[in-house]
C-alpha cells in the first residue's frame, strides 16, 4: 500500500542479484548522509538558464537539436496512454495518485531502453553527445498535479531539466529546490542536486514536459571511489533490470522523413 501522507512507494528490499538484497531505506539514508560531504566537491547548485550553460556547456548539444527532440516528444505524445506512470515503472519510488506523472524512460543506470529509445532517435542522438549520462527520460505532469518535498538518494550525481513543453502561465508551474523557487521556460535548462529537497507544483490546467538527464559529477579522491562502486552496483542490479522490463513499452519506431509509425517486424 502507498504511503499516504509521504507519496512515496513501499520501502522494502533492494535487490543486487535475485536472492542477495539490501534494506532498501537504510541503504538511501546512507547515501543521503553521502551526499551532504559530497555537496562540498559540488559546483554550486542549483542553477538555470544562461547561468546552468556557462558551467555545463556540453549541454548546449540539446538545444542545437531543440526542434528534434520537440518532434520526437510530438510523436511520443500521440501514443500518450501508453506511457507508464512512475510508479508503474518503479513501485518503490515517489507516488503521485493516478496517472498524473508519467515517464518514458529512455536510460537508467547506463542501460539503453532499446524500445522506447527507438522510438524517439533524435533525442537519443542528443543525449549520446554528452558525456557521463547515466539515466535519461521524459517527465510528462499533468495539470493540477503535484510532487510532494522529496531527496533523491544517488549522491554524487547532478540532475539536469530542459524543459520541452510548458503551462501558458509558467509561473504557475514551478520547482522549489533547497529553498530556490523556479519556474520552466521553454528550452531554458535547470541544473540541481537531486539529493536537495525539491517539490514541484503544477497548478494549471495544462501539461509540462521536461527531459531529465542524470549524469556523474565529477568527484575527487576519494569520493570518486565510493560514488563508482555505487555506480556499479546499481546498473548491475537485479532491480534496475526489472524496472528497464517494467519501463519498456514498446511505441513503434518513429519515420523521421514522416513522423509517422514505422511496422513493427514479424
Not at 5 to 28: A, D
Not at 51 to 80: N, T
Not at 159 to 187: A, D
Amino acid at each position: 500500500m502507498q504511503s499516504e501522507s509521504q507519496g512515496v512507494g513501499h520501502k522494502g528490499r533492494f535487490y543486487l542479484t535475485k536472492n542477495i538484497w539490501l534494506p532498501q531505506q537504510p541503504l538511501e539514508n546512507f547515501n543521503l548522509k553521502m551526499s551532504d560531504m559530497i555537496l562540498r566537491s559540488m559546483p554550486k547548485l542549483p542553477l538555470a538558464g544562461e547561468d546552468a550553460m556557462r558551467i555545463f556547456p556540453v549541454l548546449g548539444e540539446l538545444k542545437k537539436s531543440h526542434d528534434k527532440i520537440k518532434a520526437d516528444l510530438q510523436y511520443l505524445l500521440s501514443h500518450h496512454e501508453e506511457i507508464p506512470a512512475l510508479h508503474e515503472v518503479h513501485p518503490r519510488d515517489l507516488y503521485v495518485p493516478g496517472r498524473a506523472w508519467r515517464t518514458f524512460l529512455l536510460k537508467l543506470w547506463g542501460h539503453d531502453v532499446a524500445e522506447n529509445a527507438a522510438a524517439v532517435p533524435d533525442t537519443m542522438a542528443a543525449i549520446s553527445r554528452i558525456p557521463g549520462v547515466h539515466t535519461a527520460l521524459f517527465s510528462i505532469l499533468h495539470g493540477f498535479a503535484e510532487i510532494e518535498p522529496h531527496r533523491g538518494s544517488a549522491a554524487g550525481v547532478v540532475r539536469f531539466h530542459y524543459p520541452l513543453i510548458v503551462p501558458n502561465e509558467p509561473q504557475k508551474c514551478w520547482i522549489e529546490i533547497g529553498g530556490h523557487h523556479f519556474f520552466w521556460t521553454e528550452g531554458e535548462p535547470l541544473v540541481f542536486d537531486d539529493t536537495r529537497e525539491h517539490w514541484v507544483k503544477n497548478q494549471t490546467d495544462q501539461t509540462r514536459v521536461v527531459l531529465i538527464i542524470d549524469f556523474n559529477a565529477a568527484m575527487p579522491f576519494p569520493v570518486n571511489l565510493y560514488t563508482g562502486l555505487r555506480y556499479q552496483l546499481v546498473r548491475r542490479s537485479a532491480e534496475v533490470k526489472k524496472v528497464i522490463e517494467r519501463a519498456a513499452i514498446g511505441v513503434p519506431p518513429r519515420d523521421k522523413a514522416t513522423g509517422v509509425d514505422l511496422p513493427k517486424a514479424a
